[in-house]
């Protein structure tokens, strides 16, 4: 008798660490520049007030991996997540890049040297990911290598994708032109900065997640 | 056989390299990134016949950021896989189909890498493909 209810307090303790561990890993990967830090802060301030690490417009400004754990509530319902901030992916990185905006020499070699580290980072922590939302900038041909590699490997490993075809806001952008480059993928075009057409965005992630 | 030296100096020219999949097909990820690699660093642009697997390609980012900072003058590369023509007959695909299977690349497609010191952008459309060199 008193074995029985010991097992169902267990049982009841095991199931809440059980849910308690249902976070979503949900990634955000893709190019340098793209806008991934930038959303990742808007929807971190909506839930939690607090943001997830620093936006720039010179490229490589995150070169750490970056965590925050948030609630998301969306129509009634609530999931837990694990946001994932990334350094953008590239195959090439040249300091006298940085120059151009202003740094100084110094800082523009050790900016591109954590850049190349923070690279590898990013495809280290890709296994990890159990959605992943690629990040790209609607205003630039994304029949880039580097985009097509991050698919492919999502693909390959059967990770859900969500591409966001991000900076609606400008004039130059072209979603139509990404949508033929990723015809099997659902494209939600948003606007980071201003915070256009977040809606779809959560509506997608939360579909997504059913898939997991 | 004098070796190289490794790093990359002055640009003088470049020569363009052109693997078949056969020289390729027998060797491990390691041994293949190692080999592109190689002709890369040693100023060419390579042109081979079929492509990476995923999984290779992102070995190919990783090695080459470790080699950032460590090989002088080198910056990193532009690579770009071409895809097969989409028209196909049924017969076709089923072959390729096979071959792909064994092979696990994509023998229909072409994929360049270049250093981006020569290398400026390659620039793929859909339709074409153009190979912009630094001055
Ligand atoms: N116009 C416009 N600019 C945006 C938008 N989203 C981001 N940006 C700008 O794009 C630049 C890069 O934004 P980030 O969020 O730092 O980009 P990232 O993808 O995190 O870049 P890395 O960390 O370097 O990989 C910044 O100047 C942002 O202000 C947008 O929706 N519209
Ligand atoms: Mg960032």
Same mark, same amino acid.
């Given at each position: 008798m008193v074995i029985k209810i010991f097992k169902g307090f267990i049982g009841r303790v095991i199931s809440n660490i059980f849910k308690n561990k249902k976070k979503i890993k949900l990634g955000f990967y893709g190019p340098?520049?793209?806008g991934k830090t930038s959303l990742a802060n808007r929807i971190c301030k909506d839930f939690t007030?607090?943001?997830i690490g620093s936006v720039s417009k010179v490229p490589h400004e995150t070169r750490n991996v970056q965590f925050k754990e948030i609630e998301i509530s969306y129509k009634g319902k609530t999931m837990i997540f694990k946001m994932v901030d990334t350094p953008g992916i590239a195959t090439k990185i040249d300091y006298e890049e940085f120059l151009k905006y202003k740094l100084k020499k110094k800082d523009a070699k050790k900016r591109a040297k954590e850049a190349t580290q923070g690279v590898i980072e990013s495809i280290k922590w890709l =296994?990890?990911? =159990?959605i992943v939302v690629v990040v790209l900038d609607s205003t630039e041909n994304p029949y880039n290598q580097v985009n097509i590699t991050i698919i492919g490997n999502l693909v390959a490993r059967k990770i859900p994708v969500l591409i966001v075809a991000n900076?609606? =806001?400008?004039?130059?952008?072209?979603i139509k032109k990404i949508e033929a480059a990723f015809p099997e993928y659902d494209v939600v075009g948003i606007s980071a900065r201003y915070g256009h057409n977040l809606e779809e965005f959560y509506e997608s992630i939360f579909k997504l997640s059913k898939k997991i | 056989m004098a070796r190289k030296k490794r790093g990359i100096g002055k640009i003088e020219g470049f020569s363009i390299h052109f693997l078949s999949y056969s020289d390729i097909k027998n060797l491990g990820t390691t041994e293949r990134i190692k080999k592109i690699l190689n002709i890369v660093l040693g100023n060419n642009i390579l042109i081979f016949q079929g492509r990476l697997r995923p999984d290779e390609e992102t070995r190919l980012i990783e090695d080459t950021m470790a080699m950032i900072g460590h090989v002088s003058n080198f910056k990193g590369i532009e690579l770009a896989v071409v895809p097969r023509?989409?028209?196909?007959?049924i017969f076709g695909k089923a072959r390729e189909k096979i071959a792909n299977a064994i092979s696990g690349g994509d023998l229909g497609a072409i994929t360049i890498i270049g250093p981006a010191t020569i290398v400026k952008e390659i620039k793929k459309d859909p339709k074409k493909i153009e190979l912009l060199l630094n001055k």
């Open positions: 340098p520049n793209a007030g607090e943001e =296994d990890d990911m =159990d900076k609606i =806001d400008l004039k130059k952008a072209d | 023509n989409n028209e196909k007959s």
